[in-house]
């Protein structure tokens, strides 16, 4: 099987991909309507988070940790979603045999702003979120997930001086 083209893994992954994307952008609206329930009716926030948790349900009255708990979910997902159209839009791109456009570059830096929002979220969440909801929900630095960030900023500054150099080649035939 080809790497790149048509019918190729890469192609593949494209598809894989807007499936994967297909059931985040439903995971994003569930999300949103989560974090616009809890800013309308506090008591559902609260409730929700009871019920996950699998305590007692309470009224409280400041719900500033369910509000953080619904948008760092949001957030997240959302991220989630722009880190995967971005991916799938670099991988339509090396199918057509054109890795090195411009167009590339910006995907690659909105790739690294959406994995600092995948970072920034799960800290929050770590933070925010009740015991009971997940198991061992432990946040701690992960050093390789930020070193990765990096890495494709990097990228994307390699990605501008390719699509320069094609394009000066491309200038001079």
Do not use: C
């Amino acid at each position: 099987m080809k790497l790149i083209g048509r019918r190729s893994i890469a192609s593949a992954l494209r598809w894989v991909l807007g499936f994967v994307n297909v059931l985040v952008s439903f995971a994003v609206v569930a999300t949103g309507l989560l974090l616009l329930a809890s800013l309308v009716a506090p008591d559902f926030g609260a409730g929700f988070i009871d019920a996950l948790a699998k305590e007692e349900p309470g009224w409280r009255v400041l719900m500033l940790k369910e509000h953080t708990t619904f948008l760092a979910g949001f957030i997240a997902t959302l991220s989630t979603w722009w880190v995967l159209n971005r991916l799938r839009r670099m991988f339509l791109a090396v199918n057509q045999g054109d890795a090195f456009e411009r167009a590339n570059v910006g995907r690659l830096q909105g790739i690294g702003v959406g994995l600092i929002g995948v970072q920034i979220s799960a800290f929050i969440l770590a933070w925010t979120v009740p015991e009971g909801v997940i198991d061992d929900l432990d946040y701690s630095i992960d050093l390789g997930a930020w070193l990765g960030i990096l890495i494709v900023f990097m990228l994307a500054e390699v990605f501008r001086q390719g699509a320069a150099m094609r394009d000066e080649h491309q200038m001079t035939i």
